[in-house]
C-alpha cells in the first residue's frame, strides 16, 4: 500500500463552549453582589454598555415584577419558555432603542418584564446619609488602643502592647503565641508577658486571656472570689461540661449547696468579654426571588428587580462612533464591543429568567412546607426539577448556588430545598431528611417536660411508629449534626436542673 497526502471529508458532531456561552455559564452562578460587581467591570470596559435610568424619568412606568400564579398541581406555562440551555434566541428589550416596539411574546416568564434592565440593589432609608457613614461602634481594639494610650508605661511596653492588642479575637482573647511574638520583637519572653498582666487590667474585665479558665480567672479575682475550691472548679471545667456533680464535688472538696452556689457564680459571669464591642457591620442577605400568598392557596413567585443590573446598549453612540471608525482596527473593536454587549444584556435576560423559572418549580414542589412548615418539606434533589423544567442538572445546580428565597417562613438558600429521602416503614410516601431532623429535635425538647431522656434507640422506634424507617446510627449522626449532647449527658443535665 502506497503511502501519500491525500485529501478526506467526514462530518462529526462536538460541543465547542464559546466564550459568548462560557460568559453565560459565569453569570449564572453569580451571587447578586458579584453579578452588581461584574457588570460595572463590563460598564468601565465598553464604551457601548450604559445604565439604563429612564424608570427614573417621570414619565416613565416604574418597574414591577408581574409574578406568576398557580397551585400545587399546575406550573405556569410561560415559565417554560425560557431554557438556560439554549441559547437565547429573541431580542433583549436591553438592545433595543427606546423607541422599538416590544417583540417579546406574551407566554414569557415575567410577562412584560425587562429582567435585564430592573433597578440596582436598594438600600435602607438612610443608609447613605452622612450620619450612617460616620456613626458606629467602636471596636474592641480601638478600646484597648485607647486605654493603652493614657496607661503609664515605657515606650518599648507600649510597642509591644499594641502588637498584643492586635492579636486579640472578636471575643476578647488572645489568641497569639508569646514565644513567637518575642522572638519576632526581639525581647525576652518574660518582658511580653509582663505586658501581657497589665493589659489582662483593662476593660472589660477578662479580655487578653488566652483561654476560657484564664477569662473566668481574671474575672473571679477582680470581684475577689478566686479562692482554692474555684480555682478547682476552673481547672475541672470538662467535668461541669459533662454536669458529673460527684466528680466535682470530690474535686473541689465541697457539698451540694457549696457546689451550686459556685457554679451559680461562673454563670454570672462572661465567656466572652468582647462581644460587646462592636466589630465588622454584617451584610444581611438579600434575597433573588419573593414567594407570598396570593388569593385561593396560590403562591404568587417574583424575582427580586432591585438586585439585577440594569444595563442598555446605547446605539445612538455606537452610530456615532462606528461611522467616525476609520481603520480596519477601529472598526473591529467597535464591532467586538457591540456584539459583547448585546451578549450581556441577553445573558443577563436569560439568567434572570432561569432563576424564575427555576424559582418557581422548587415553590410547586415545595408548597406543603409553605403552608404547614418542614414537617411538610418533601424529598427533592435536583434531576427531579431539571427534569420537571427540561433543564440539565448542572443548570440547576449553578441557578440555586448562593441563590435565596423570601418566604412567609424566613429566607433560604435555594439548595435547602434539596434534601435527602427517608423511607417509610408503612410503604408510604418517603420522608425528607430535614423534616426528620425536625422531629428528632422536637422529640428532644420536649424532654424537659417530661424529665424523660429518650435514647437514641428509644427515637428510632417512635420515629418508625410515626412511620419514618430510620436506622440508630443515623439518628446518632442528625443528632450531632444539631449539636445536641448524648442522651447520657442530657440525663445528667435534667438531674442538674432539678
Not at 244 to 272: Q, S
Not at 296 to 306: A, K, P, S
Not at 459 to 484: C, F, N, Q, S
Request: charged share 30%; glycine share 8%; aromatic share 4%.
Amino acid at each position: 500500500m502506497a503511502l501519500g497526502p491525500r485529501l478526506e471529508l467526514r462530518q462529526g458532531q462536538s460541543l465547542v463552549i464559546t466564550p459568548q456561552l462560557q460568559q453565560a455559564i459565569k453569570l449564572l452562578q453569580l451571587t447578586n453582589l458579584e453579578l452588581e460587581a461584574y457588570v460595572e467591570g463590563e460598564l468601565e470596559r465598553n464604551p457601548l454598555l450604559a445604565r439604563d435610568d429612564r424608570d427614573n424619568e417621570p414619565e416613565a412606568e416604574p418597574v414591577r415584577a408581574e409574578t406568576p400564579e398557580y397551585s400545587s398541581d399546575q406550573v405556569p406555562d410561560g415559565a417554560a419558555q425560557a431554557d438556560m440551555d439554549a441559547g437565547p434566541t429573541d431580542l433583549s428589550p436591553g438592545e433595543r432603542d427606546a423607541g422599538d416596539g416590544d417583540t417579546r411574546e406574551p407566554g414569557q416568564a415575567g410577562g412584560d418584564i425587562d429582567w435585564s434592565r430592573a433597578g440596582r440593589g436598594a438600600t435602607f432609608e438612610g443608609e447613605d446619609s452622612l450620619e450612617g457613614r460616620l456613626t458606629r461602634d467602636k471596636t474592641l481594639g480601638e478600646h484597648l488602643h485607647d486605654q493603652l494610650a493614657v496607661a503609664r508605661l515605657s515606650e518599648p511596653q507600649r510597642v509591644v502592647a499594641a502588637v498584643l492588642i492586635d492579636a486579640v479575637d472578636e471575643g476578647g482573647y488572645m489568641r497569639a503565641d508569646l514565644i513567637d511574638m518575642a522572638e519576632r520583637l526581639g525581647c525576652e519572653l518574660a518582658f511580653v508577658e509582663e505586658v501581657l498582666a497589665v493589659l489582662q487590667g483593662f476593660e472589660p474585665v477578662g479580655v487578653m486571656a488566652r483561654d476560657v479558665r484564664e477569662c473566668l480567672s481574671i474575672q473571679l479575682k477582680d470581684r475577689n472570689r478566686l479562692d482554692p475550691a474555684m480555682a478547682a472548679l476552673l481547672d475541672n471545667l470538662e467535668l461541669l461540661a459533662k454536669r458529673d456533680m460527684n466528680a466535682l464535688k470530690r474535686a473541689c472538696g465541697v457539698d451540694d449547696e457549696d457546689i451550686r452556689e459556685m457554679i451559680g457564680e461562673l454563670r454570672a459571669l462572661t465567656p466572652r468579654p468582647g462581644a460587646a464591642f462592636g466589630g465588622e457591620p454584617s451584610q444581611p442577605v438579600v434575597p433573588d426571588v419573593f414567594v407570598r400568598e396570593g388569593s385561593g392557596g396560590l403562591w404568587l413567585v417574583e424575582l427580586n428587580t432591585d438586585t439585577l443590573p440594569k444595563v442598555l446598549v446605547d446605539r445612538r453612540y455606537h452610530a456615532k462612533v462606528s461611522g467616525g471608525a476609520r481603520t480596519d482596527q477601529e472598526k473591529t473593536f467597535v464591532q467586538d464591543c457591540l456584539a459583547s454587549a448585546n451578549w450581556l444584556v441577553k445573558s443577563l435576560d436569560q439568567r434572570a429568567r432561569t432563576i424564575l423559572k427555576v424559582s418557581s418549580e422548587i415553590v410547586r414542589q415545595q408548597d406543603g412546607f409553605l403552608a404547614y412548615g418542614v414537617e411538610h418539606l418533601r424529598p427533592l434533589n435536583l434531576k427531579t426539577v431539571a427534569d420537571a423544567i427540561g433543564m440539565h442538572e448542572s443548570t440547576v445546580s449553578r441557578v440555586t448556588s448562593n441563590k435565596y428565597i423570601a418566604t412567609p417562613r424566613g429566607v433560604f438558600e435555594l439548595k435547602f430545598f434539596f434534601t435527602s429521602s427517608i423511607a417509610s416503614s408503612s410503604g408510604g410516601e418517603a420522608h425528607s431528611a430535614e423534616s426528620v431532623r425536625h422531629k428528632i429535635r422536637q422529640l428532644i425538647d420536649a424532654e424537659a417536660a417530661e424529665t424523660d431522656v429518650h435514647s437514641d434507640d428509644a427515637i428510632v422506634d417512635i420515629l418508625k411508629e410515626a412511620g419514618v424507617d430510620i436506622a440508630r446510627r443515623t439518628v446518632a449522626k442528625y443528632r450531632e449534626a444539631m449539636r445536641i449532647p448524648s442522651s447520657v449527658e442530657r440525663r445528667r443535665m435534667l438531674r442538674a436542673a432539678v
